[in-house]
Every structure is written in C-alpha cells, then in structure tokens.
Nanobody, 118 residues
Framework: QVQLVESGGGLVQAGGSLRLSCAVSGSIFSINAMDWYRQAPGKQRELVAIITRGGSTNYADSVKGRFTISRDNAKNTVYLQMNSLKPEDTAVYYC????????????WGQGTQVTVSS
C-alpha cells in the first residue's frame, strides 16, 4: 500500500505563488509515476503535472511555464510549485501515485484546496 498526504493549499491573490507538498509513505519502491491532478467545482478532474521514476516531467498546457513538479527522494516528497496563479487555477489539488502493473494500481491523497482570488 501507498499513502499520500498533501499540504500547502490555501488562499492567494492572483499573481501569487503556492507550493504544494505530497508526503509519500508505504511501499514506495515500486511507484512508477507521481502526479498532481486538480478538480474545480462542476468540472472533471484533470491532470496538471507528472514526474516519472526516471525524472521526466510533463505539464498540462494551461500550467506550462508557471508550475513546476519536483521530488525530494530523501524526504519521499513530491512538490508542485505554482507561480503566477490565476483565478482559474482554483480547485482541489490531488496527489496521485501509479504503479504500472496490470491492471494499473492507483493511489490518491485526500486533496488540498487552492483558491486564487482576483
């Protein structure tokens, strides 16, 4: 099993920054990818950023150049640095871990609210 605990959400003005953290515990040795999703009210959950075991990263077009995903292996923590925040970034942000088994195994955190005021 893998446990994920997010932190770092909050209220920020447009143009501001926040850093989300996702502490990972449990059977982390077999995790293939870690990512951040978000879900705004009335919308589907969407992928924001991903980092693979090899360190490759990818981002949704809407956040490219503003958000950065990273990890600290020593602390078993994944981060999402969010800069130049916009009101449309307001959402609950979820940390997710995947094992590329068949079928794929997915683990989710409880979510952290990010609210960007205009």
């Amino acid at each position: 099993q893998v446990q994920l605990v997010e932190s770092g959400g909050g209220l920020v003005q447009a143009g501001g920054s926040l850093r989300l953290s996702c502490a990972v515990s449990g059977s982390i040795f077999s995790i293939n990818a870690m990512d951040w999703y978000r879900q705004a009210p009335g919308k589907q959950r969407e992928l924001v950023a991903i980092i693979t075991r090899g360190g490759s990263t990818n981002y949704a077009d809407s956040v490219k150049g503003r958000f950065t995903i990273s990890r600290d292996n020593a602390k078993n923590t994944v981060y999402l640095q969010m800069n130049s925040l916009k009101p449309e970034d307001t959402a609950v942000y979820y940390c997710h871990a995947a094992r590329f088994t068949v079928p794929q195994q997915d683990y989710w955190g409880q979510g952290t609210q990010v609210t960007v005021s205009s």
